[in-house]
């Protein structure tokens, strides 16, 4: 199976990092810059990973997202750091955070700020990010959609601004476990995912308490804004007050 934009991941497992992300294929795609890449599951279905796009500099697409993040930004899943270098020359307080040591030194060699850590562990100024970012599929981080979005709720001040990256097909809504693979077979460690379309996404963040504020598609991918919950109406989000 080909994958379609906004289907697959960037570079972040769940809590239990084995170092999936950072040993071969996927380092090495990253400091090539190129593919093919693959996520592949038990059963054969693969899904064809973007290296290409996400070692470029940001697009029209991505640059549409970055408009509408406030204050500091958490890039949960930064990958080579396209959106981090895009958002702090746009002169945003802005943070990537990845498990792939690749990932990382290609975020710094660029000059974005990134740390080699994953969402799951303590990150610096938790409860106070304005704006954190889910893309390229980094909503499947850890298999565990709600888990996911409890911990975005923990690092966002209140009232602040998750945007996130679905699945094209509204129908989607799975767990799935996969690994990394490239054209020769070289495999890495499975790991869990998940994969939701955003009616799923939708469902399960109204269940934890999220408020969704927009959702729009642009260049093939689909995106969601959500609020998280306020714990009084003055909220302060990154030195502004959040948006109600």
């Known amino acids: 199976m080909r994958r379609r934009p906004g289907d697959g991941p960037r570079s972040q497992v769940g809590p239990e990092?084995?170092?999936t992300w950072s040993a071969d294929p996927y380092a090495c795609a990253l400091r090539a810059g190129r593919g093919p890449l693959f996520l592949r599951r038990a059963d054969g279905w693969l899904l064809l990973l973007e290296v290409e796009r996400w070692c470029a500099e940001a697009d029209g697409v991505d640059l549409e997202v970055l408009r509408r993040c406030e204050g500091a930004v958490l890039d949960v899943g930064c990958g080579p750091g396209r959106l981090v270098v895009a958002l702090g020359a746009r002169g945003l307080?802005?943070?990537?955070?990845?498990?792939?040591?690749?990932?990382?030194?290609?975020?710094?060699?660029?000059?974005?700020?990134?740390?080699r850590r994953s969402v799951f562990e303590p990150l610096p100024a938790e409860g106070r990010w304005g704006t954190a970012l889910l893309l390229d599929g980094n909503v499947g981080i850890g298999g565990d959609p709600r888990a996911l979005l409890d911990r975005m709720a923990r690092?966002?001040?209140?009232?602040?601004?998750?945007?996130?990256?679905?699945?094209?097909?509204?129908?989607?809504?799975?767990?799935?476990?996969?690994?990394?693979?490239?054209?020769?077979?070289?495999?890495?460690?499975?790991?869990?995912?998940?994969?939701?379309?955003?009616?799923?996404?939708?469902r399960h963040a109204r269940r934890a308490g999220w408020h969704a504020v927009d959702q729009w598609t642009a260049g093939g991918?689909?995106?969601?804004?959500l609020r998280s919950r306020s714990r009084n109406s003055s909220a302060v989000t990154g030195g502004r007050q959040a948006r109600k």
């Open 17 to 19: 990092d084995d170092g």
């Open 221 to 225: 991918r689909c995106f969601v804004a």
């Open 155 to 202: 690092l966002l001040a209140p009232g602040g601004l998750l945007i996130a990256e679905t699945v094209p097909d509204p129908e989607v809504d799975e767990r799935v476990r996969v690994h990394v693979t490239d054209a020769r077979g070289a495999a890495g460690s499975p790991f869990p995912w998940a994969r939701l379309g955003t009616p799923a996404l939708l």
């Open 93 to 115: 307080p802005v943070l990537g955070i990845d498990v792939s040591e690749a990932a990382v030194a290609r975020t710094v060699a660029l000059g974005g700020q990134a740390l």
